[in-house]
């Protein structure tokens, strides 16, 4: 039963946080921000139909949740990898001008997302066997979920450290991440075949 009230609880959380950075992105930039970057409506859309269903199944107490969970892992890693290329690009374009101390943070945080992409993978593939009964391993799936979400942690707070502990509204959306992989840790368990 507890692991219902966390799983429910931090997929409350991380879904509050979410749409506290889209009500703050759009009142800071004067109702704006999406008009301005209209990528950014399908990926807010898509994210809270992907933590509602999350929330959704916890409270519901069903096995629909795991379309939840596999939604979430592909967004992220497929987020990752474009938000990975994206810095890479950048980087490149100013490398003459990069510190070493600035290269080396972005070396150790794109270390992280590497992680972040890899464990994502491998923690789909491990769920994607457990709930269809493929595999009876339910540490396996746990363990890469539990690496998925330390590397969203720690990328959260290497953010989080590389603002300074400013720009707040920058932290909703990787918090609100690592609170719904942490919900996602608590389903699974709530969801162990014994």
């Not at 506290?20 to 999406?34: D, K, L, Q, R």
């Not at 949740?65 to 374009?93: E, W």
């Not at 972005?106 to 997302?113: D, G, H, N, P, V």
């Not at 923690?123 to 709930?131: D, R, T």
């Amino acid at each position: 039963m507890h692991n219902k009230i966390f799983a429910t609880g931090f997929a409350f959380l991380a879904l509050a946080l979410y749409l506290t950075w889209i009500i703050v992105a759009e009142i800071s930039c004067g109702w704006t921000y999406f008009r301005n970057q209209p990528a950014e409506i399908w990926n807010a859309v898509l994210y809270l139909v992907v933590y509602s269903i999350i929330l959704i199944g916890n409270i519901r107490n069903d096995n629909g949740v795991y379309r939840g969970i596999f939604f979430f892992l592909s967004f992220m890693v497929i987020d990752q990898i474009f938000s990975l290329l994206y810095r890479y690009v950048d980087l490149l374009a100013n490398i003459s001008s990069a510190s070493v101390s600035s290269m080396l943070c972005f070396a150790l945080f794109t270390a992280f997302m590497g992680g972040e992409i890899f464990s994502g993978i491998m923690a789909y593939v491990h769920i994607f066997k457990y709930a269809s009964g493929r595999s009876s391993s339910f540490f396996r799936a746990f363990l890469w979920t539990l690496i998925f979400v330390i590397n969203l942690f720690v990328a959260a707070l290497f953010l989080f450290l590389f603002t300074f502990g400013g720009l707040y509204l920058l932290m909703l959306v990787p918090f609100s991440e690592a609170l719904m992989g942490v919900s996602i840790l608590f389903t699974l368990l709530r969801l162990r075949r014994i």
